[in-house]
């Protein structure tokens, strides 16, 4: 229940991404937020990142910093200490420590976004660290590849300058090792970095030889086996080895490697330079925070959390985010930073001003007067500015010059209101990212939002080409003075939320939106809840994932605000984000449902497998199958004498290349299971890759102590099952040990199969709401790994197995994530279409279905009343092919028009 005297201001510790994301959902929200970071700028470990799979890390990142800094609900507090954490959920007072000043603040909740710290390799002396130059971390790699790094992007070698013509990755540095430090977890990301710096390298150049040394490659998530394979096909090499030591070659800096192979063969390799791919810790700073107030940390030192309650940790009303719950990805840190709102708001009251603001009344329009404002980002050439100023002043039209630093949306608003001036021209050097702030400004001073333009000064050379900075300011001020107001049209939020599929994650999804006051329509095409959770027994870590769901099932059915629509499927769906309308069949019948937000989580089921006698002998199960048995009688298998597991059925393989991220730790936490209950059961798990990434290496080294049987193998050499004919019901498996060298027979009393889980609905779903599958069938992001929750149509949220396969901790948290980003929209009482749009002046239409035809989104349509083709302002992408197509010249959009492309060659020359 919401607490109406709670604080509403909650506070973030950390400034990487998850801190980050967790400020900028949290003010969306409509909390106060104060952000703390202990160092003197935001970001975290990704400024140092010269791409995050497979993208830019400053162009992705940047625009969030500039946003939190910009945002009127976010205090930034940098080069700022958290000392001590008081009180209890809904009032804490922490004490900080900025400089020498300590002082007090208030919050009704804290999340604990601090971050990750790199380990320091130079403990590994075989390696050379420290003492070898050509021997980097990964970290510095990165800064020798980023293209504002200190080489420019140019691939150098430390030593001599030298572009390296072989290039060699360790893996496992600081990571899966208790003896030299204390790590016993896989990093989880390593493998990734390592083949993303890999293929980086030959990007720059195809003839330089790459080899990463692993002992697993662990490319478990949404589309890294595709990257994986793909990094193989350019030629990248995998040696499975791991290497004990780095020499120096005498006379010259190269450096040598020698390894054992598979088959323990002896090799000696040179290459120009090693990477070492360091291992991941939790901050410092925040375990000594963390232990100081209380909260709990697992044995490797992370926070801990519980196993359904991804983000909360032992202390109510603190939560944890990103590297310090465990090594995570970027893409999970923004889904655990998100679903800490989620649970926030369950709780805590957002300022009762938070939602459905209004635009103040826009100005009459009256003649061009623009202000043209730009704001230089440190190391930009400081003669800039007084060029600008001198230049842009004797341009027609402009009424003012202006340097915008500080309070760039305070100072802005200001300066066009003082200046009477109603457009703005920006430059700066990278006006993307001010994009949002200058419709705010420009709506704040009461002008239209739309009546600006950009210059981006990053694109310009001054030293090489001077001319290029006046034309095109010159360019950018023409085109403010053609402009015209774009309309501005607010729409009023249908408080309700669609969530599609009644597993683990709709269902959550649904209980957490119906917690803040708004009413769900939860539809399942089944006939009873649940998806593919009705099939899980436990978590990897073992809790009892049957008596969660029943939980979970229980509050579904009792909230009142959940309708539960069984038997049903989607049929359509128009509308726009805040407005959308869904038809739904039910036995038969079709039901409208308006609502302002949609959440996919339709799930994922397991492939029928169609080799090792599946469905022709009764000992051989799906693990699905496998599982659910396990539900109806615990005790069904623990008089067998032995099991069989193998992993990889159905995926890793052409006809289905993606890695179903969980099968390994579930066979692992059932091999466990089953030799706790009978320690003299031989269990064997024959697999390719074991991908317990994380802390879920925690239990594969458990299983490996308690006498489970590891054996790999390949696609070249897959397990061959045969029934044993006069021994009951037993099976033979036999598999080729590569370590061995030769075929192992095993006798067993039954085999499950670790079989791919695929979608199930995704095509007809991705059709009805415009949304994207990538290659595999999931539902794609918008865009990739920023936006992990996000559909490609706004307004349109994901979740659970239909977006990649993944365990119900994790599904648990993509929900949380999904909801608080759905409350974003449902707690407006508007949303706001984007004003540049297309319009059709229906006197000039000839309806001759042009636009129909070419639009991508499919949004024209003909409306026969009047005669015309119509484009609703809500869907319409703004993309502009329809402008251009149209015949008739009968569809107009703001910002683009005839008369500006007639403009442009006269203004370029002058």
């Known amino acids: ?57 400053c162009c992705k990142l940047d625009p969030r910093i500039a946003a939190c800094e910009q945002d009127p609900n976010i205090s930034v507090l940098l080069d700022t200490q958290v000392l001590d954490i008081a009180g209890t959920r809904g009032d804490f007072k922490i004490s900080v420590r900025s400089g020498p000043d300590e002082k007090d603040l208030r919050a009704g909740a804290v999340i604990l976004a601090a971050g990750l710290e790199t380990f320091e390799p130079s403990a590994y002396d075989t390696y050379s660290y420290g003492r070898l130059p050509n021997v980097v971390t990964s970290v510095e790699y990165e800064q020798i590849q980023k293209p504002l790094g200190p080489e420019r992007g140019v691939l150098k070698r430390p030593s001599d300058g030298k572009v390296p013509e072989k290039v060699a990755w360790l893996q496992c540095v600081g990571s899966r090792e208790i003896n030299r430090c204390d790590a016993p977890y896989c990093s989880s990301v390593c493998c990734m970095h390592a083949l993303k710096e890999a293929v980086n390298t030959k ?23 595709d990257y994986l394979n793909n990094a193989v096909s350019r030629g990248v ?38 990477v070492l791919s360091v291992g991941l810790r939790p901050s410092a700073q925040a375990l000594q925070l963390a232990e100081k107030i209380g909260i709990e940390l697992k044995p490797d030192h992370y926070i801990r959390s519980e196993p359904f309650k991804p983000v909360s940790t032992s202390l109510p009303g603190i939560f944890v985010c990103g590297g310090v719950s465990g090594p995570h990805d970027i893409g999970q840190s923004i889904i655990q930073a998100t679903a800490c709102v989620s649970e926030i708001a369950s709780f805590l009251k957002p300022k009762a001003s938070s939602a459905g603001k209004n635009s103040p009344t826009l100005r009459e329009e009256a003649p061009p007067r623009i202000l043209v404002a730009y704001h230089l980002c440190s190391g930009m050439d400081a003669s800039l500015a007084q060029r600008i100023e001198e230049y842009a002043a004797k341009l027609p039209g402009v009424s003012e010059v202006f340097h915008a630093e500080g309070d760039v949306l305070k100072r802005l608003t200001e300066k066009l209101t003082d200046a009477d001036a109603n457009r703005l021209v920006f430059a700066s050097c990278t006006p993307i990212i001010h994009e949002k702030l200058l419709q705010k400004a420009l709506g704040r001073a009461g002008l239209n939002p739309y009546l600006y333009e950009t210059v981006d000064l990053r694109a310009i050379d001054i030293e090489k080409a001077p001319g290029q900075l006046k034309d095109r300011l010159r360019m950018g001020v023409a085109r403010a003075l053609l402009l015209s107001p774009a309309p501005v049209i607010e729409i009023p939020v249908v408080k309700r939320a669609l969530v599609v599929g009644g597993g683990v994650s709709g269902m959550e999804s649904a209980l957490a939106i119906a917690c803040q006051g708004y009413p769900v329509t939860l539809v399942e095409k089944q006939g009873e809840l649940g998806g593919h959770g009705r099939h899980v027994r436990c978590t990897w870590e073992g809790a009892d994932a049957q008596a969660y769901l029943k939980g979970l099932m229980k509050a579904i059915t009792e909230n009142e605000r959940i309708t539960v629509l069984t038997n049903s499927r989607i049929k359509a769906n128009k509308g726009f984000a805040g407005s959308f309308v869904t038809t739904v069949l039910q036995n038969g019948k079709e039901l409208d449902v308006a609502h302002g937000v949609t959440i996919l989580a339709p799930g994922g089921a397991p492939v029928t497998p169609r080799e090792y006698l599946y469905g022709q002998h009764k000992n051989v199960y799906s693990w699905q199958e496998l599982s659910s048995k396990m539900i109806e009688n615990p005790s069904r298998f623990e008089k067998a004498d032995s099991a069989v597991f193998i992993q990889c059925v159905g995926s890793r393989e052409p006809q289905m290349p993606h890695c179903s991220n969980l099968c390994c730790s579930f066979a692992v936490r059932t091999a466990l299971d089953l030799k706790t209950k009978n320690p003299n059961m031989d269990v064997y798990i024959l697999y390719r890759e074991m991908r317990t990434f994380g802390q879920r290496e925690d239990i594969y080294k458990e299983a490996r102590q308690k006498g489970v049987l590891f054996i790999r193998y390949d696609l070249d050499n897959k397990p061959v099952v045969q029934a044993l004919e006069g021994e009951g019901d037993r099976l033979q498996v036999t598999v080729f040990d590569p370590i061995l ?42 865009p990739q790994k920023l936006k992990p929750l996000d559909a490609s149509s706004e307004g349109v949220y994901l979740a659970g197995l239909a977006l990649y396969p993944k365990d119900t901790g994790e599904s648990i948290t993509q929900a949380k994530g999904a909801a608080a980003r759905a409350l974003e929209i449902l707690s407006r009482d508007t949303v706001t279409v984007e004003g540049l749009v297309a319009e059709v002046k229906p006197e000039k239409c000839a309806v001759c279905c ?42 107009v959009m703001p910002g683009c028009s005839d008369q500006m492309l007639s403009a442009a060659p006269s203004i370029l020359l002058g």
């Open 237 to 274: 090499r995998l040696v499975r080895s791991r290497v004990h030591s780095v020499a120096p070659v005498p006379g010259s800096d190269d450096l040598s490697i020698s390894y054992a192979d598979e088959v323990g063969e002896l090799h000696t390799e040179v290459f120009d330079m090693v």
């Open 1 to 57: 229940m919401i607490q109406n005297e709670a604080q509403s201001s909650v506070m973030v510790i950390g400034g990487g991404i998850a801190g980050i994301q967790a400020a900028l959902s949290l003010s969306s929200a409509g909390y106060d937020v104060q952000l703390v970071e202990r160092a003197a700028h935001l970001g975290g470990m990704m400024p140092a990142l010269h791409r995050i799979y497979p993208l830019c890390a």
């Open 850 to 891: 042009t636009c129909v035809r070419t639009c991508p989104f499919h949004v024209p349509r003909i409306d026969h009343e009047r005669g015309a083709a119509y484009i609703d302002p809500g869907l319409c992408q703004g993309c502009g092919i329809c402008v251009a197509e149209c015949p008739a010249k009968a569809i």
């Open 741 to 782: 060298g030769r075929p192992v027979v095993l006798k067993t009393d039954f085999v499950s199969l670790q079989t791919a889980i695929a979608p199930v609905n995704n095509n007809e779903l991705a059709d009805i709401f415009k949304v994207n599958l990538d290659s595999n069938g999931f539902f794609g992001e918008s």
């Open 203 to 225: 990007e720059f150049d195809e003839k330089i030889e790459t080899c990463i040394f692993f002992m697993d490659m662990r490319t478990h998530g949404k589309g890294f086996e």
